[in-house]
C-alpha cells in the first residue's frame, strides 16, 4: 500500500516567519513530487513541483527532496495571511498516478 | 484555453435520485481523472483515463458510479441511486505528465 504522510497540524506561523511543511512516502520507486495548495472550499491548487534530490526555489517556496529518506518538504519564506491554507503533498510514481496526503493546515498569524 | 472546467459547481439532489458532472480537460492534456475529496481529507482516487479509455477504477467505487471519456475529450461521471455518503466535493484533474490541473471541482449534496 502506497502512503503519503503529513501531519494534519494546524501549523500557526507568525508573518513574516518561514513556515515549513513536511511529507514522507513510502514507495521507493516515486519519481514525482508536487505540492499544491487549497483553501477552503477550492480545488487544489500547484505550486511547486520537484523530481530530483536537492532544493528547488520559485519566489518565497522552496520545496527540497530527499529520496534516500523518502522525505520531501516546502518552505515558505516571509509568510503572509494568504498563505493560510492547507498544503496538499502528492508522489507520483512511473505511470504518473498520484498518492495524495491528506494535507497540513496552515495558519498565519498577522 | 483556461483550463479545467467542471459543470454544475454545485448540486443539490435527494436521496436515490441519479447525477451527471462533466467536465472539460486542457485540450492537450490526454489523461484525465476523477477524485472525490471531503472535508479535512486529500483527494480520493476514484477514476482515470488516458485519451477516451478508462484504465483503473478505484475499489472503493461501488457499482453506482459509472464515468466516461467517449472521443477522448470531456468526460461524464454518473451516480446513480444516490445516497448520503455520497456528499462530497468531485474534482476533475487533467495532464499531459507531471502535475495535474484541477477543475473548480462539483460540490455534491445529497438530502
Known amino acids: 500500500q502506497k502512503e503519503v504522510e503529513q501531519n494534519s497540524g494546524p501549523l500557526s506561523v507568525p508573518e513574516g516567519a518561514i513556515a515549513s511543511l513536511n511529507c514522507t512516502y513510502s514507495?521507493?520507486?516515486?519519481?514525482?513530487f508536487f505540492w499544491y495548495r487549497q483553501y477552503s472550499g477550492k480545488s487544489p491548487e500547484l505550486i511547486m513541483s520537484?523530481?530530483s534530490n536537492g532544493d528547488k526555489e520559485d519566489g518565497r517556496f522552496t520545496a527540497q527532496l530527499n529520496k534516500a529518506s523518502q522525505y520531501v518538504s516546502l518552505l515558505i519564506r516571509d509568510s503572509q495571511p494568504s498563505d493560510s491554507a492547507t498544503y496538499l503533498c502528492a508522489v507520483g510514481d512511473s505511470n504518473y498516478q498520484l498518492i495524495w496526503g491528506a494535507g497540513t493546515k496552515l495558519i498565519i498569524k498577522p | 484555453d483556461t483550463g479545467v472546467s467542471q459543470d454544475p459547481r454545485h448540486k443539490i439532489t435527494k436521496r436515490g435520485q441519479n447525477v451527471t458532472f462533466r467536465c472539460d480537460p486542457i485540450s492537450e492534456h490526454n489523461r484525465l481523472y476523477w477524485y472525490r475529496q471531503t472535508l479535512g481529507q486529500g483527494p480520493e482516487f476514484l477514476t482515470y483515463?488516458?485519451?477516451?479509455?478508462?484504465?483503473?477504477k478505484s475499489r472503493l467505487l461501488s457499482d453506482r458510479f459509472s464515468a466516461e471519456r467517449p472521443k477522448g475529450s470531456f468526460s461524464t461521471l454518473e451516480i446513480q441511486r444516490t445516497e448520503q455518503g455520497d456528499s462530497a466535493m468531485y474534482l476533475c484533474?487533467?495532464?499531459?505528465?507531471?502535475?495535474?490541473?484541477f477543475g473548480s471541482g462539483t460540490r455534491l449534496t445529497v438530502v
Open positions: 520537484i523530481y
Open positions: 514507495d521507493r520507486g516515486s519519481q514525482s
Open positions: 484533474a487533467s495532464t499531459a505528465s507531471g502535475g495535474y490541473t
Open positions: 483515463f488516458q485519451n477516451e479509455a478508462q484504465l483503473e
